[in-house]
């Protein structure tokens, strides 16, 4: 036998070495990672154009959808500092210059701005995230059906959150009330401390905070916008004579409009309007004057003292209620009055008074 048919038969039929095992794992061989190879540079080839274009469709709208962003955002913080230059231009006087303080100004300006960038963004990447998945030829029915059901499960479910968030929304865009401000929310009453898109923080007469919910507020009275009245009510005797009280108040109104710090909180001069009210006893005689908003009780307060003083000083008596009713002339009111002792003596007038009357005896008959 030759060397090349023992070696041919030894190739044909080669003998198991001890090490190997059926469960060995095949080695791919070069032909097969070729074929690999060669199968995903054709689907390259056959689908790089498409994903080529849904890569720039993708980057398109992103680029598209963070200029919009940019130039929206810088367009709402343009317009909030023009509102406020147009209002800081208008409101320019003293008068303006208290209204909308430069804090309330301030922190309006931000509460809108958040407030409509906030949504400008919401509205426009999620337009952007919808087109991209488009772009993927995903099936946007089934998420969009999903969210319209979440979005009436949440809005059934934090009504009430939407509820002042919008109501507070609206709250800062009319300009209802600003910190600063003293208002009656009907639920609670003081001056506004913080105004925020849930909740209104108020400061009570007494010192407490009033977290007030928006959404809650159905009508709210501002004590701090334009201008608020000081009243006060002089009630003097029926027979005073009218015009020297008139001339009195004059006086004491001239003074008070020509001192500080009275002459800045009157924004108007003090009037005396005329009798409000005529009793049998007493008349009462009506004094207002418009002054600086939250400042009407101090005004009324220093109005009254010095009303008092200068009837003090006129001799005009200040009445009401049951003084009014007494006798001016009487030196001694109790005289009229007879002392609890009186009545213990069975002899005295208040006693004989206070008696029962007893019926007369009838007289007998034939009796003379």
Known sequence: ?????????????????????????????????????????????QNWSTWL???LRVV????????LRMFVRRAITKLIDRMNRTAQAVDGTTIGGLLVNNERRRQRSQAIGSVLRSVASFIILGTAALMILGAFEINLAPLLASAGVAGVAIGFGARNLVTDFLSGVFMILEDQYGVGDTIDAGVASGEVIEVGLRVTKLRGDQGEIWYVRNGEVKRIGNLSQGWAT???????????????????????AERMS?????????????????LDSVLLDSMVVRVSAKTMPGKSM??????????KHAFDAADI??????????DADSDDIAAAVSPPSVFSNSDSAQSAAASPITPAATPRAGAK
């Open 1 to 45: 036998m030759s060397l090349s048919a023992v070696l041919l038969a030894a190739g044909s039929s080669p003998t198991p070495t001890p090490s190997e095992s059926p469960s060995a794992v095949t080695v791919p061989s070069l032909q097969d990672a070729q074929e690999s190879a060669t199968n995903a540079a054709s689907w390259v080839e």
């Open 60 to 67: 398109l709208i992103l680029v598209i959808a963070g200029i």
């Open 230 to 252: 000081a009243g006060v009510d002089v009630t003097v005797r029926a027979s005073e004579d009218l015009d020297k009280v008139k001339r009195v108040i004059g006086e004491v």
């Open 298 to 307: 101090t005004v009324e307060r220093e109005l009254r003292w010095r009303i």
């Open 258 to 274: 020509k001192e500080e710090p009275w002459n800045e909180l009157l924004w108007g001069p003090i009037e005396t309007l005329g």
């Open 317 to 326: 008596p200040i009445v009401g209620g049951a003084a009014a009713a007494a």
């Open 53 to 55: 274009a849904i890569s």
